[in-house]
């Protein structure tokens, strides 16, 4: 048999895989290792062909608006490059697009790429999608999270969450794997889905095999249409019955704090609600710690034939699938923002809504983000509302005045003009992108967020004066963490710390995994006591670090989590610990570093310390105060 020509060859890669089109025809202009060539042409195509007989049977559940608009979108999607599909919670969009996109034709010479904001969502949605499509997780169905990736060459469908996607551009610029990508949840405007959708803007004229579909609630679509050259939009109508509204503004009084006022106001509502006819209660808090102190109230209240379960990203996966199991009994559900849009929790019929959530804001004056508690928009507030009236009439109490409520902003701040932009800015300049006053953000940021982005980019030696990226600054994009925490590990290698500095940062990046119940903050303090070290609250974590990897070594899984309760530590989040102590210790050997056998001396550790925190050095001015940079008087923080 002949071997087939080059143009021949040429005419085959049309029917690979899109991530070997360009490598391939690179290939053939060298006119270079014809059999290696043939080869990988031969089994880019095999795999086309398998992944073409992968494709599960396809059905849509009658009950969701968004299937009986499915042979629109099918058309919609094959017509068009962006496509914007808007509707209220309940229409079925998020589970049903990307079937809908398998029966246009997508997922066969690349992955259909399914984002969303929160990991919790993402597992979910992959495992719903798996189910209805009757195959496994990990298979045609995948999902890939930080820690964690169940996805394989055979997956047709991968849903991440947008942080995954934005880091696979490091990688892979044009995201050439995908031939399909859905930006779920666009309307929540967090900084990854504006950068990504800037992003996407960019590159879809050289990717005209890229299609874009993009959901939104009802929520300021027609910027999503007119950011994407007039775009289609379809708009489904959610699956709802009418929504009773009730305001009932607490009765403040001088002696009563926030918090108790509003976990007294939960209680008697739910006495109230009692009394109404069956269904489950939704109720928004704004953190963790609010969560547990409202659940320890509601019990201790004695909430007869109620059944109290949290949900936040947090939590871990066998308690977050709880809350969408059958039950008997009336539920409690205590949530963050998580079930504000990111997941549909079944049966509720009551959502009792403070009106506050924890919102990630960069102050200009600390140069820190924090995480003030601050009253939610008009749109956040309706898609609480939203929650509830989904199997049946709903009411929701607003635990604040109607007037309130109309004077409140309409949308919620995109997050891109509440935080620092360093590392938006790093990535741009690694990538190439341009000016980023140029670059096609939804939302244009000020220039005084720019420059604070570029200052603090200075700060850490990432660029030069003249804004260009540095060889550092090009090692610190590589990190998938706070540039100031990237920065102390590259300093850490060259001062001979980075074993040291590895179990800081990875510390530092995850949520403190010591816990403090509010019953046992005494017992908490004396048992974590025993890794304090009077010279560094950082040296505490290694001390920690050494304790438990000793304990884990040794002892089985049942016995290392029983450690972790005697010892007031979240096993969950020793595991995120070492996982991320893991994943940082990859990139820092990829990047030639190495970690001494020998222990590093305080001096060593807290020099590569200070080299990503050069702002907030201080100067002590009392006997309990000191001098911070910008002329800010600082004190210790009482836990020290």
């Known amino acids: 048999m002949p071997r087939p020509s080059y143009q021949e060859l040429e005419d085959q890669i049309g ?19 014809r059999d290696k060539l043939e080869g990988a042409i031969k089994r880019s195509r095999q795999l086309v062909s398998e992944r073409l007989g992968k494709i599960p049977q396809i059905s849509y559940p ?33 589970t049903q697009l990307p079937k809908i996109c398998l029966e246009a034709g997508r997922g066969v010479f690349g992955l259909i790429g399914h984002t969303q904001p929160r990991r919790v969502a993402a597992r979910t949605i992959a495992h719903r999608l ?25 997956t047709l469908i991968k849903v991440m969450t947008d942080g995954v996607l934005l880091a696979e ?10 031939d399909t990508i859905i930006i779920d949840e666009a309307h929540e405007r967090s900084l990854n889905i504006d950068f990504l959708l800037g992003y996407l803007k960019q590159i879809l004229p050289k990717r005209p095999d890229l299609r874009l579909v993009i959901t939104s609630a009802t929520i300021d679509v027609d910027r999503f249409s007119s950011h994407f050259n007039s775009a289609p939009v379809f708009e489904v109508s959610g699956r709802t019955f009418p929504v009773d509204v009730q305001y009932r503004p607490l009765e403040d009084t001088l002696s009563d704090d926030q918090d108790d006022l509003t976990t007294r106001a939960i209680i008697n509502t739910l006495a109230e609600i009692d009394s109404l006819p069956d269904g489950d209660v939704l109720i928004f808090l704004p953190g963790e710690r609010e969560i547990r102190e409202t659940a320890r109230e509601i019990k201790r209240k004695g909430a007869a034939g109620f059944e109290v379960l949290p949900l936040y990203s947090r939590l871990s996966i ?3 699938n709880r809350v969408f199991e059958e039950h008997k009994n009336r539920r409690i559900i205590l949530a963050t923002n998580v079930a504000e849009t990111s997941l549909t929790v079944p049966g509720v019929k009551y959502v009792i809504d403070p009106g506050v959530a924890r919102i990630s804001r960069y102050s200009f004056r600390s140069k820190v983000q924090q995480l003030p508690i ?34 409140r902003q309409e949308f919620t701040e995109p997050e891109i003009l509440r935080t620092n932009l360093a590392s938006v800015i790093l990535q741009m300049l690694q990538l190439r992108l341009g000016e980023i006053d140029r670059f096609p953000f939804l939302e244009q940021p000020s220039p005084k967020q720019i420059n604070d982005g570029f200052a603090l980019l200075f700060e850490l030696g990432a660029v030069d004066k003249a804004r260009r990226i540095s060889r550092l600054g090009k090692q610190l994009a590589r990190f998938p963490i706070d540039l100031r925490f990237a920065r102390m590990l590259v300093a850490a290698d060259q001062m001979g710390s980075l074993a040291e500095m590895l179990i800081i940062t990875s510390a530092l990046t995850i949520q403190d995994p010591r816990e403090r119940p509010f019953d046992h903050q005494q017992a908490a303090d004396e048992v974590h006591k025993q890794n ?12 920690l670090w ?11 899984q049942g016995q290392l989590r029983k450690y972790c309760r005697q010892n007031f530590l979240s096993y969950k989040r020793m595991r995120e610990w070492r996982e991320m102590h893991r994943q940082l210790l990859l990139i820092c050997k990829k990047q030639g570093f190495r970690e001494r056998k020998k222990q590093a001396d305080y001096g060593s550790v807290h020099r590569a310390l200070l080299t990503g925190l050069l702002g907030h050095i201080a100067v002590k001015a009392g006997d309990h105060d000191y001098q911070g940079a910008r002329n800010r008087r600082q004190f210790i923080f009482p836990g020290s």
């Not at 969701?64 to 068009?80: C, D, F, G, R």
């Not at 304090?532 to 001390?543: H, M, T, Y």
């Not at 990897?549 to 040794?554: L, T, V």
Request: hydrophobic share 35%.
């Open 62 to 94: 009658e009950a969701l608006p968004v299937s009986h608009s499915a042979p629109e979108l099918i058309k919609a999607i094959q017509e068009n490059q962006v496509v914007i599909v808007a509707g209220e919670t309940g229409s079925g969009k998020t």
């Open 130 to 154: 798996a189910e209805e499509l009757n195959v496994s997780v990990g298979d045609q169905v995948g999902f890939q999270v930080r820690f964690e990736d169940l996805s394989k060459p055979s």
């Open 318 to 320: 066998s308690d977050q």
């Open 15 to 33: 029917e690979c895989m899109l991530a070997d089109r360009f490598r391939m025809r690179r290939e053939i202009k060298k006119k270079k290792a």
């Open 532 to 543: 304090w070290d009077e010279r560094s609250d950082f040296l505490a974590f290694v001390s």
């Open 374 to 407: 601050e009253a939610v928009s008009q749109a956040s507030a309706n898609q609480r509302k939203g929650r509830c009236g989904r199997v049946s009439e709903g009411v929701c109490f607003r635990l604040y005045s109607e007037d309130d409520f109309l004077a």
């Open 546 to 556: 050494r304790d438990f990897e000793e304990k884990r070594q040794a002892l089985g």
């Open 169 to 178: 551009t490091q990688d892979d610029r044009f995201l050439e794997q995908y």
